[in-house]
C-alpha cells in the first residue's frame, strides 16, 4: 500500500514539471538592457530564432539575455533535463514594457 502511495506520488510529481517544461517562459526586457534567468541544469544549446532582437549566452547557472533591437523572437535553451522555451519581448524602451 505505501509503495503504491510513494508510486503515485512520483508519477503525479513528474506529470507537474513536464507541465511546467511545456509553458513557455514570457519575458520582456528594453534594448539595451540584459535579463539573467537562471537555469537548475548546464545549459547544452541555445537556439535563438531571430538574434538581430537578442543575444543569449551561456553563463554560470543560467543565460543572459540581452536585447538588440526592438521586436520578439523565440529560443529555445537545452539543458541536461530537456528543452525550455522562451518567447521574448524587446520594447524600444522601459515605458513600452508591459505592465
Same mark, same amino acid.
Given at each position: 500500500?505505501?509503495?503504491?502511495?510513494?508510486?503515485?506520488?512520483?508519477?503525479?510529481?513528474?506529470?507537474?514539471?513536464?507541465?511546467?517544461?511545456?509553458?513557455?517562459?514570457?519575458?520582456?526586457?528594453?534594448?539595451?538592457?540584459?535579463?539573467?534567468?537562471?537555469? $537548475?541544469?548546464?545549459?547544452?544549446?541555445?537556439?535563438?530564432?531571430? $538574434?538581430?532582437?537578442?543575444?543569449?549566452?551561456?553563463?554560470?547557472?543560467?543565460?543572459?539575455? /540581452?536585447?538588440?533591437?526592438?521586436?520578439?523572437?523565440?529560443?529555445?535553451?537545452?539543458?541536461?533535463?530537456?528543452?525550455?522555451?522562451?518567447?521574448?519581448?524587446?520594447?524600444?524602451?522601459? /515605458?513600452?514594457?508591459?505592465?
Amino acid at each position: 500500500m505505501i509503495r503504491s502511495i510513494a508510486v503515485l506520488a512520483f508519477c503525479a510529481a513528474l506529470l507537474l514539471s513536464l507541465a511546467a517544461l511545456a509553458d513557455p517562459l514570457k519575458l520582456a526586457l528594453p534594448v539595451g538592457h540584459t535579463r539573467m534567468v537562471s537555469l $537548475p541544469e548546464r545549459v547544452a544549446a541555445i537556439k535563438v530564432e531571430d $538574434p538581430s532582437v537578442v543575444q543569449i549566452r551561456r553563463m554560470s547557472g543560467g543565460v543572459s539575455i /540581452y536585447g538588440r533591437a526592438q521586436g520578439n523572437t523565440t529560443a529555445v535553451i537545452r539543458t541536461e533535463g530537456g528543452e525550455r522555451e522562451l518567447r521574448i519581448y524587446v520594447a524600444a524602451d522601459s /515605458y513600452a514594457l508591459p505592465r
